[in-house]
């Protein structure tokens, strides 16, 4: 079964830059869909950037132009390079993927607690 692990949050001014990984162990199999999510205290978590099979990545509006997702195949591990900081970017962020044979709603990671404040 595939196991994630999140890492690279922290604390950044506003502006700032973080970029954050995702180690992947276990083997994916396509058809697959892989994807950056975020949690703030007090809401719901919601979906940041995700690619099907690879391909384009797909953004929540409030983050275009700011945040890339992309996927580093040999070392297995995905990443979200973020960009332009804002506080409101304040956020648990998760990784998650769902492929065959895995539990329903895909596999996540423990997390990494990104903070934006002066």
């Known amino acids: 079964q595939v196991q994630l692990a999140e890492s690279g949050g922290g604390l950044v001014h506003p502006g700032g830059s973080l970029r954050l990984s995702c180690a992947i162990s276990?083997?994916?199999?396509?058809?697959?869909?892989m994807g950056w999510y975020r949690q703030a205290r007090g809401n719901e978590r919601e979906m940041v950037a995700y690619t099907i099979n690879g391909a384009t990545p797909n953004y929540a509006d409030f983050v275009k132009g700011r945040f890339t997702f992309s996927r580093d195949n040999a070392k297995n591990t995905a990443y979200l390079q973020m960009t332009d900081l804002k506080p409101e970017d304040t956020a648990t962020y998760y990784c998650?993927?769902?492929?065959?044979?895995?539990?329903?709603?895909?596999?996540w990671g423990q997390g990494t607690q990104v903070i934006v404040s002066s």
């Open positions: 276990g083997s994916i199999f396509t058809p697959y869909a």
């Open positions: 998650n993927l769902e492929s065959p044979g895995g539990p329903p709603g895909g596999s």
